[in-house]
Nanobody, 126 residues
Framework: QVQLVESGGGSVQAGGSLKLSCTASGDTYRRGCMAWFRQVEGKGREGREGVASIDRTARARYADNVKGRFTISKDNAKNTLYLLMNTLEPEDTAMYYC?????????????????WGQGTHVTVSS
């Protein structure tokens, strides 16, 4: 099994930055692909939007609407995944979730990730 705990959310003004962290434990193979999703209020789990993923080789992928603003990274020694978010916009307001799966697939879809954290909320005010 895999356990994930997010931290780092909060409130920030538009144009500001936040850095989210996700501490992972459990089966290393089952978390070969780590990702960040976000869910806006009123949408269910399947409505979670993929933000970024990073695989075992540290290859990163991003959703088009965050490219150039967000950076996903990981520290294997600390078992921690990060999401650095710059130039935040009100549209980035959401609950952010860390997720894990054994393999990264071409499309970042919630149904492909069996392990999830509890989420950390980000609010961006204009």
């Amino acid at each position: 099994q895999v356990q994930l705990v997010e931290s780092g959310g909060g409130s920030v003004q538009a144009g500001g930055s936040l850095k989210l962290s996700c501490t992972a434990s459990g089966d290393t193979y089952r978390r070969g692909c780590m990702a960040w999703f976000r869910q806006v209020e009123g949408k269910g789990r399947e409505g979670r939007e993929g933000v970024a993923s990073i695989d075992r080789t540290a290859r990163a992928r991003y959703a088009d609407n965050v490219k150039g603003r967000f950076t996903i990274s990981k520290d294997n020694a600390k078992n921690t995944l990060y999401l650095l978010m710059n130039t935040l916009e009100p549209e980035d307001t959401a609950m952010y979730y860390c997720a894990a799966s054994a393999l990264c697939l071409p499309h970042l879809a919630p149904r492909d990730f069996p392990y999830w954290g509890q989420g950390t909320h980000v609010t961006v005010s204009s």
